[in-house]
Structures are given as C-alpha cells and as structure tokens.
T-cell receptor, first 114, second 109 residues
Framework: DAGVIQSPRHEVTEMGQEVTLRCKPI?????LFWYRQTMMRGLELLIY????????DSGMPEDRFSAKMPNASFSTLKIQPSEPRDSAVYFC????????????FGDGTRLSIL | RKEVEQDPGPFNVPEGATVAFNCTYS??????FFWYRQDCRKEPKLLMS???SGNEDGRFTAQLNRASQYISLLIRDSKLSDSATYLC??????????FGAGTILRVKS
C-alpha cells in the first residue's frame, strides 16, 4: 500500500518567492497533519484537517503560511513570501479518524530559503 | 514546562546492552501514548503504541505510569540498527499528537 506521498522532496529557493508543498494522504485516512521540524524547535504541528476541514491552525506561524485541502486525497501548504527562517523539513502525516490513532508520516520536504 | 519532556541524550551503549528511556507528560487527561523512531534525515515512524498498562513487542517494552505521568521504553539486546532518535508522543483530543523533542540512542559495536 502506498504511504503518505509528499512533493517535492527538496526545494531550494530565494527569499521572497512563493513555495508550495504538496501531500497525498493514505487512502481512507480522514485526518491530515502538517508539521515543521528544525533542530532548535523539534517537531511542531502547524495545522490539521479532519474530513478536509481545517480543525486547528494555531501552529501556523504567521499569515505568510496557508494550507488547503480541496479533497480527501490532496493538500497543499503554501508560504508566500518565503523567508530564510522558514528553512526546515516539512512533514505531512495522515491517520484514520477517531481518538488514539497513530499518524503515518511522509518522507518530508527539505526546504531551504536562501 | 514542556508538554512532553525527554532526556535528549545521547545514550551511548554497546551492542547487546539493555537501555531504558523515560518520558514525562503534563496533561493528565491524555488517553493515548506512542513511541516513534526517527532515523537521521528520515521521517518519524511508529514504533509502538502504549494504551493502558504497557505494551511489549519483541525486544521493546513500553510502560505507562498514569499516577506519575510518565512512560518508558526499554530496549533489550540492543542492535546497531536501533541507533536512532526515539520520540515520546501523547495523544490529545480528537487525533492530535504532541511530540517530545526526542532521545538520541547510539549503539556501538
């Protein structure tokens, strides 16, 4: 079975540019999560969706970040404009709906903003 | 106080050793707990769930102590391939997870 699929795997761009990260959750999983991981701050939850609806976006650092889930099989995380401090690994994860469900992570997108 | 606290390590142990990690959490209402493993430059992967009094899977044993609000992970007969960062995770309302910063394990021959 296919796991969570993220693209691109790596992105290097100059500050000020728009960055779009993509995620396809595991088929049948109703919940989708976007995380950011850095050495300094560890793994941070940015936003999560249940049944395509954003439930908690309190982790989104600022208005430059936005996320959408137009259907059950696709989500995007967009940064506009990007800044060097946004450099991190961004993970997407999905899980079945309901309490006490573990999450399954994609390979991540390694983002570098120059 | 961090929601999930772990000793960052690193724990340096020889092959075959038994090693244990502890993790404390601050939300007594948490119902679910997990241990994830993360290899260098890879994604976190579920190692095992800890739901009630504990869980065992081969060389790995996880224990939960609700009264003291901590969980532990015991690894017996350590292998070189066990070298990784181990993340302690607690579940929140719905299916939101809160991750600890991780404990680094290095198993040496």
């Amino acid at each position: 079975d296919a796991g969570v699929i993220q693209s691109p795997r790596h992105e290097v761009t100059e500050m000020g540019q728009e960055v779009t990260l993509r995620c396809k959750p595991i088929s049948g999983h109703n919940s989708l999560f976007w995380y950011r991981q850095t050495m300094m701050r560890g793994l941070e939850l940015l936003i999560y969706f249940n049944n395509n609806v954003p439930i908690d976006d309190s982790g989104m650092p600022e208005d430059r970040f936005s996320a959408k889930m137009p259907n059950a099989s696709f989500s995007t995380l967009k940064i506009q404009p990007s800044e060097p401090r946004d450099s991190a690994v961004y993970f997407c994860a999905s899980s079945p709906s309901g309490d006490n469900q573990p999450q399954h992570f994609g390979d991540g997108t390694r983002l570098s903003i120059l | 106080r961090k929601e999930v606290e772990q000793d960052p390590g690193p724990f340096n142990v020889p092959e075959g050793a038994t090693v244990a990690f502890n993790c404390t959490y601050s939300n007594s209402a948490s119902q679910s707990f997990f241990w994830y493993r993360q290899d260098c430059r890879k994604e976190p992967k579920l190692l095992m769930s800890v739901y009630s009094s504990g869980n065992e899977d081969g060389r790995f044993t996880a224990q939960l102590n609700r009264a003291s609000q901590y969980i532990s992970l015991l690894i017996r007969d350590s292998k070189l391939s066990d070298s990784a960062t181990y993340l302690c995770v607690r579940g929140e309302y719905g299916n939101k997870l809160v991750f600890g910063a991780g404990t680094i394990l290095r198993v040496k021959s």
